[in-house]
């Protein structure tokens, strides 16, 4: 269980505000830091990672005080077994991809965890080239499993999706899901976008103007309803044609289009360009707009 209680004065264009969070966010669990341009998602991952002090406030990681301004503990970077990948990956130039990959794993430590990683996001043929030489989707990918070669328990994500295309996005999605899962991560991930956090991450802290506005699974806090779904796709819907008495609509999910039968009445609140979810329920698909 991670806990955080913390206060810190966010100085803003307009003025200044607070951000105030207190909350448990239990292990293992995926949650997105979710809100508007400045709410300070990125500010309370450089909080957790030790990297900012609030002016006041606990954190807690399994029972043990990682931060306390009243009892002026405050635990080093180093010390807090976390994982950061920012937005601009600041992978070493002068280093290849193997080079950067080693540098950052404990001389200790295992040495053959690089090749594993490597093959672990299809990127073993790529070793030898430095990070100019790579693609923005594969140098995510160097950055993301990098910041896994000291087996964190809590990997911090700052919208490391933002530069990359909508197909290598979602790659990199389903590569940090099976990371997440495989490691056995605490995964915080701060993204603006709400098919990705529908896709990835299992609750949501809305964030605004430094307060929690709404704090829950992506389908309570975006959806209007709640399905039991066995199935979970997000998408853009192409196309509403009408068919006789009901309605196909075209929903564009990563590499598929997938037809979903509507009635009159569920098509007409549905236009090319909704982001929506697919759910299964008893067997049929069921689609939302979120
Ligand atoms: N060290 C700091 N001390 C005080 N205020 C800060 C500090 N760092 C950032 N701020 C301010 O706090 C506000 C929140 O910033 P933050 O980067 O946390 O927002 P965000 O929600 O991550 O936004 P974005 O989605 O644009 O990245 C901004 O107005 C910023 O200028």
């Not at 090749?115 to 299809?122: E, T, Y």
Request: positive net charge.
């Amino acid at each position: 269980m991670i806990k955080i209680n913390i206060q810190k004065r966010l100085v803003m264009a307009g003025g200044e505000a607070l951000l105030k969070v207190d909350t448990e966010i239990s292990r293992e669990s995926f949650v997105a830091l979710y809100g508007r341009s400045g709410a300070g998602k990125t500010t309370l991952l450089r909080i957790l990672a030790g990297l900012l002090e609030p002016e006041k406030g606990i954190i807690e990681v399994d029972g043990r005080c990682w931060l306390n301004t009243d009892r002026k503990i405050r635990l080093p970077v180093q010390q807090r077994q976390i994982g950061f990948v920012f937005q601009d990956f600041a992978l070493f130039p002068h280093m290849t991809v193997r080079e950067n990959l080693r540098y950052a794993l404990k001389p200790e430590k295992d040495p053959g965890l690089v090749s594993r990683m490597l093959a672990m996001v299809d990127l073993e043929q790529l070793a030898d080239r430095k990070p100019a030489m790579l693609s923005g989707g594969q140098r995510q990918r160097v950055a993301l499993i990098r910041a896994l070669m000291r087996k964190p328990g809590i990997l911090l994500l700052d919208e490391p999706f933002s530069s990359l295309d909508a197909e290598m996005r979602q790659e990199l999605q389903d590569q940090i899901s099976a990371l997440h899962r495989q490691f056995n991560l605490t995964t915080l991930l701060v993204s603006h976008d709400m098919a990705e956090i529908y896709r990835i991450a299992d609750r949501v802290i809305w964030l605004d103007e430094g307060k929690v506005l709404r704090s829950g699974p992506p389908d309570a806090l975006f959806g209007n309803v709640r399905l039991s779904s066995k199935i979970r796709l997000t998408g853009k819907v192409l196309r509403v044609a009408k068919s006789g008495v009901v309605s196909i609509v075209e929903v564009a999910a990563g590499n598929t289009v997938i037809k979903v039968v509507v009635t009159a009445g569920e098509a007409e609140e549905l236009h090319p360009g909704d982001t929506v979810g697919i759910f299964s329920k008893a067997f049929n698909p069921v689609i939302r707009k979120i």
